[in-house]
T-cell receptor, first 113, second 113 residues
């Protein structure tokens, strides 16, 4: 049983397109996150939801819009894709907000051409 | 704001050598500290954690001790294997940052037979 799953694993698309990445966790966690890993492996938080409520939005362009239909799902929609959006996007979940470990999905490698 | 600094890689070792990866942090509160490992082409896995000063986290032969006086959380393993080749990330999380993980830049470790 996969704890945190993401689809798709690979996404290749052209500039200007709109795409979505889906994330699901079966751990019963209340909190979910999106992280971006750049080509140098640097990881940075993008968004966090707690009980379906947005609590972290880290200076991410408006083209990125997260949506949490329920506590087990957190999707990421990206409009008007740009070359600089090429990265690996990781979803994660945790039991809560205070120092709990986070469990990561396998990542979605987005390539914008 | 919070920050994490870890030694640059790549670190290249022979099998059975001793591994140390230095990690220091800056935080305003009392963070929890983590080491995550990323094997090639995979997501991040929690390796170990410590939630308060002098705690020692350990897993799979890896250890790290939370040193508040030196604001450090160095990772050590006494005898590495080829299968330990991966990128290792030091990270912190505290209540004031709503649980988000602040990562170091990652250290690539290459173990040769």
């Amino acid at each position: 049983d996969t704890a945190v799953s993401q689809t798709p694993k690979y996404l290749v698309t052209q500039m200007g397109n709109d795409k979505s990445i889906k994330c699901e966790q079966n751990l019963g966690h209340d909190t979910m996150y999106w992280y971006k890993q750049d080509s140098k492996k640097f990881l940075k938080i993008m968004f966090s939801y707690n009980n379906k409520e947005l609590i972290i939005n880290e200076t991410v362009p408006n083209r990125f819009s997260p949506k949490s239909p329920d506590k087990a799902h957190l999707n990421l929609h990206i409009n008007s894709l740009e070359l600089g959006d090429s990265a690996v996007y990781f979803c994660a979940s945790s039991q809560g907000l205070d120092g709990y470990e986070q469990y990561f999905g396998p990542g979605t490698r987005l390539t914008v051409t | 704001g919070n920050s994490v600094t870890q030694m640059e890689g790549p670190v290249t070792l022979s099998e059975e050598a001793f591994l140390t990866i230095n990690c220091t942090y800056t935080a305003t509160g009392y963070p929890s500290l983590f080491w995550y490992v990323q094997y090639p082409g995979e997501g991040l896995q929690l390796l170990l954690k410590a939630t308060k000063a002098d705690d020692k986290g350990s897993n799979k032969g890896f250890e790290a001790t939370y040193r508040k006086e030196t604001t450090s959380f160095h990772l050590e393993k006494g005898s590495v294997q080829v299968s330990d080749s991966a990128v290792y990330f030091c990270a912190l999380s505290d209540r004031d940052s709503w649980g988000k993980l602040q990562f170091g830049a990652g250290t690539q470790v290459v173990v040769t037979p």
